[in-house]
């Protein structure tokens, strides 16, 4: 049992390139989730997928894009990189979302440099 | 707005001493609670959390929080710190009516325990 995996764990891109974050977890979770980590800001949420077929916008969803593959696997795209975009991205997932007490679990991140 | 503040960025404490790090938050109506630790270069471990019910709840590794509805706070807590609790420690809350299960951060406290 994994848990929440990421690949990959380190990247660097150039103004302007995409890429795309990849995040899988196996403990059949229905909600997952897209964070960034930047130094005195906590984690914000960029975009959040509570069931399959579903995607809704976070806190700082501007420059990035989500697809829900299945139940899963739920990646970010960065289609147009910029320096701004500097960040640690952590995905989580947990069993329900909406009005429910059940915690979160992490990946371990990726850390991506924009230059 | 609902908001997690920490006022601490940091935390010294010598090992064998009790240890607090502080959590307030300013949320309409009865949120969920959780405290996480973040070790270096690794995701978010989740440590406890409230619910309902008895206002100090006990998590991993020998922590407790104490939930205080009047001053809105939620204090991690330890007995006695050891060296390896060294870490950053972020509280979190999610409100109740929240969909999705989204959670808003604190910026996080780094905890230093010192032989």
């Known amino acids: 049992n994994a848990g929440v995996t990421q690949t990959p764990k380190f990247q660097v891109l150039k103004t302007g390139q995409s890429m795309t974050l990849q995040c899988a977890q196996d403990?059949?979770?229905?909600?997952m989730y897209w964070y960034r980590q930047d130094p005195g800001m906590g984690l914000r949420l960029i975009y959040y997928?509570?069931?399959?077929?579903?995607?809704d916008k976070g806190e700082v969803p501007n420059g990035y894009n989500v697809s829900r593959l299945n139940k899963r696997e739920f990646s970010l795209r960065l289609e147009s990189a910029a320096p701004s975009q500097t960040s640690v991205y952590f995905c989580a997932s947990s069993i329900m979302g909406g009005q429910t007490k059940n915690e979160q679990f992490f990946g371990p991140g990726t850390r991506l440099t924009v230059l | 707005a609902q908001s997690v503040a920490q006022p601490e960025d940091q935390v010294n404490v010598a090992e064998g001493n009790p240890l607090t790090v502080k959590c307030t938050y300013s949320v309409s109506g009865n949120p969920y609670l959780f405290w996480y630790v973040q070790y270096p270069n690794r995701g978010l471990q989740f440590l406890l959390k409230?619910?309902?019910?008895?206002?100090l709840v006990k998590g991993s590794y020998g922590f407790e929080a104490e939930f205080n509805k009047s001053q809105t706070s939620f204090h991690l807590k330890k007995p006695s710190a050891l060296v390896s609790d060294s870490a950053l420690y972020f509280c979190a809350v999610r409100p109740y009516y929240n969909q999705g299960g989204k959670l808003i951060f604190g910026q996080g406290t780094e905890l230093s325990v010192k032989p």
């Open positions: 409230y619910i309902t019910g008895d206002n």
């Open positions: 403990m059949n979770h229905n909600s």
């Open positions: 997928s509570a069931s399959e077929g579903t995607t």
